[in-house]
């Protein structure tokens, strides 16, 4: 996966070194001496991934560089690796804390820093597409603007449950008590009823089950695809280190455990877990907006199109017949001007609510504007649509629509057209003209009341 990476070092022998290494492997590679420097060109540039080294002279550290980093909207989502010959976990702990993603010690060992990277950067490519996709959701005008995301606020803590998968019942007892204080923490086989969890702590090094087989089947399975893993590793095991990462472990922290680090790396996958579920909960919003009508919470005419196109494609070609419903509110007009449009929207909703419990789950009611609305209908010949719009004529007059701000209840009543599929010649717009002209007869007739309008035959 090519990618590109900025490399922030004050020598250029190191600069130069990592340049070499990651140009090998087909990334783009962008450099910079100081930390100011490397704030301002990560902002014009995005790079996805930073390589960061924290003694810089001069200016600001990489801790304050990665903080400034992790606070400015426009490269907080990049991912940032630390570089430093400080191997203690003060030094590991503060980068964590500053928003890096991750630690190395140099001299670095290469197979760690493109396995790491490699997964950092494919983190970043789902982060960017969802984000992209909010981008054009906001573009449309279906998701707000002003909508407030601080979900990667490196300083910001989430608390939720994590879910620990070991049998090593010391180091369990030092995960509950480093954990316990931000998060709820359960223990698979002993908690039941635990909530759904904002991130597993795999054990690697386990002996009484395969830690390996957990992740694979964990990144495999719908409910845990998206789920952050850490992997718990021995520290000098390099090569199952790796092997956690490829399977799709997002972090790993060596034996035996700090409590400080495991609680430091938690909030940095938990904190990324919010941000990418808040993505995922707007896309699905903006989606939603898209196709739903807003005042009544039918489907709109943006979805109408899309349904109904491959519907009537199918019918042409031999399958399933599809038969449209029309329909009209009589004399809504009289009841906006007589109780004005507060009262309007109210009868529409409760409309919508009788459409919805009158059709079949298999139907798609939608709005076209205004009082008008369809009711598309799959797998559904024309006298069977015919005897179901007369139920749901029914269903809506049986009883008066009582609503906020209306004096009484008030007696609504729709007319109907009904259209079905008829021949290869038969188009969504045939179709629906078909129901239109049934409608209009039925109001000429004296409205509250169905019209089902076949095809005309060829002579």
């Given at each position: ?114 396995a790491r990277a490699k997964s950092l950067i494919s983190l970043k490519v789902v982060t960017d597409e969802l984000r992209a996709r909010e981008a054009s959701g ?322």
């Open positions: 996966m090519s990618a590109r990476i900025l490399v922030v070092d004050d020598l250029e022998a190191n600069r130069r070194l990592l340049e070499a290494k990651l140009g090998a492997e087909y990334y783009e590679v962008l450099t910079a001496q100081r930390g100011e420097e490397a704030v301002q060109l990560a902002k014009r540039e995005r790079p996805d991934l930073i390589l960061l080294d924290v003694m810089m002279p001069g200016g600001i550290d990489g801790y304050e560089a990665c903080r400034r980093l992790k606070a400015q909207p426009e490269t907080r989502h990049i991912p940032v690796i630390i570089l430093t010959t400080l191997d203690d976990r003060d030094s590991k702990v503060r980068g964590l804390k500053a928003g890096a993603e991750e630690f190395l010690t140099k001299p670095i060992d290469d197979v760690q820093l493109m906001k573009r449309m005008g279906v998701i707000d603007d002003e909508q407030r995301n601080d979900a990667l606020d490196a300083h910001r803590v989430f608390s939720g449950t994590v879910l620990v998968i070991d049998d090593n019942a010391n180091q369990i007892n030092r995960l509950k008590a480093a954990l316990g204080v931000e998060h709820r923490v359960s223990v698979l086989g002993q908690d039941e009823n635990a909530a759904p969890p904002d991130l597993a702590i795999v054990a690697v090094t386990a002996k009484g089950f395969d830690g390996f087989r957990v992740i694979a089947r964990m990144r495999s399975g719908e409910p845990t695809r998206h789920l952050p893993i850490l992997a718990v590793v021995e520290p000098d095991d390099k090569a199952r280190a790796l092997r956690a990462l490829e399977l799709g472990a997002h972090d790993i922290i060596v034996r035996p455990i700090d409590e400080e680090e495991v609680v430091a790396r938690a909030r940095t996958l938990m904190r990324r877990k919010r941000h990418m579920d808040l993505l995922r909960q707007r896309l699905d919003q903006s989606l939603e907006l898209a196709i739903t009508d807003q005042l009544t919470g039918l489907y709109n005419r943006r979805f109408l199109d899309a349904q109904l196109a491959p519907l009537m494609q199918r019918a042409q070609c031999g399958g399933d017949p599809v038969s449209l419903m029309v329909l009209d509110i009589d004399y809504f007009k009289k009841c906006n001007d007589t109780y004005g449009h507060d009262v309007g929207d109210a009868v529409l909703r409760e409309f919508a609510a009788r459409l919805a419990s009158n059709t079949r789950p298999s139907d798609f009611a939608c709005r076209l504007g205004g009082e008008e609305f369809v009711i598309i209908m799959p797998r559904t010949n024309g006298d069977i649509a015919c005897l179901a719009a007369e139920r749901l004529r029914r269903g809506i007059c049986a009883s008066p629509f009582t609503v906020p701000g209306a004096p009484m209840p008030l007696d609504i009543t729709a007319s109907i057209g009904v259209s079905c599929s008829s021949g290869a010649e038969d188009t969504p717009d045939t179709l629906l003209k078909r129901a239109d002209e049934g409608l209009y007869e039925a109001k000429r007739s004296g409205r509250n009341r169905v019209v089902g309008k076949a095809a005309a035959r060829a002579a």
